[in-house]
């Protein structure tokens, strides 16, 4: 089994800044690894991956605000976050053992989210 910790959310005031951690137990090559999120009242959206050829996607919403990155060595996933607005408040999730990108079904391990709020 993969456990998967987030750590980094928190308060903001719009156009401020955060980076998200995840702490991955292991490495499941070959598959893809991701940021997804989820406001109340909202579906589930994709933020953000590391494709297994290690290129990245993002959403359009996240696009060109924010950047995704991994440290293999610490098994660590990131998700910087610029230019926040007040949209941008969910729980954020990472993921791991994904088949495609921002398509979160496709995904088999999940942390237990982070909460970022951005106010105006």
């Known amino acids: 089994q993969v456990q998967l910790v987030e750590s980094g959310g928190g308060a903001v005031q719009a156009g401020g800044s955060l980076r998200l951690s995840c702490a991955i137990s292991?490495?499941?090559?070959?598959?893809?690894i991701g940021w997804f999120r989820q406001a109340p009242g909202k579906e589930r959206e994709g933020v953000a991956c590391?494709?297994?050829?290690?290129?990245?996607g993002y959403s359009d919403s996240a696009e060109g605000r924010f950047t995704i990155s991994q440290d293999k060595s610490k098994n660590q996933l990131y998700l910087q976050m610029n230019s926040l607005n007040v949209e941008d408040s969910a729980m954020y999730y990472c993921?791991?053992?994904?088949?495609?990108?921002?398509?979160?079904?496709?995904?088999?391990?999940w942390g237990q989210g982070t909460q970022v709020t951005v106010s105006s």
């Open positions: 590391i494709k297994p050829r290690g290129n990245t």
């Open positions: 292991r490495s499941i090559y070959g598959t893809y």
């Open positions: 993921a791991t053992g994904g088949t495609a990108c921002l398509n979160g079904a496709t995904y088999r391990h």
